[in-house]
């Protein structure tokens, strides 16, 4: 049974940081993409970032790009999102989520399997 667990959310005051890391178990996915989702109260989910199976290519929405990073440690099976100068609408539950299909890019929303997320909150 596959299985992804976030850990790191919190709550954290503007101007922050946090570290959301997904560690996977079940089968490896270190040629698959993994990506990390976002969805705030009444909105849809968003990709936040997503990283190609080598690290080769990353992607990340434009509000969070210079303040997020993201990267993977296959050897680990684990995906991590560092996130730097947060803004309370980066507020959501963050979810990791992992392509079943090999190499395949990173950027779209049909991704396979889900963890079950993590708040992050951001006070003003």
């Known amino acids: 049974q596959v299985q992804l667990v976030e850990s790191g959310g919190g709550l954290v005051q503007a101007g922050g940081s946090l570290r959301l890391s997904c560690a996977a178990s079940g089968r490896t996915f270190s040629r698959h993409a993994m990506g990390w989702f976002r969805q705030a109260p009444g909105k849809e989910r968003d990709l936040v970032a997503a990283?190609?199976?080598?690290?080769?290519?990353?992607y990340y929405k434009d509000s969070v790009k210079g303040r997020f990073t993201i990267s993977r440690e296959n050897a680990k099976n684990t995906v991590y999102l560092q996130m730097n100068s947060l803004k309370p609408e980066d507020t959501a539950v963050y979810y990791c989520?992992?392509?079943?299909?090999?190499?395949?890019?990173?950027?779209?929303?049909?991704?396979?399997?889900w963890g079950q997320g993590t708040q992050v909150t951001v006070s003003s």
């Open positions: 990283i190609s199976w080598s690290g080769g290519r990353i």
């Open positions: 989520a992992a392509d079943a299909s090999p190499q395949r890019q990173p950027v779209h929303m049909d991704y396979d399997y």
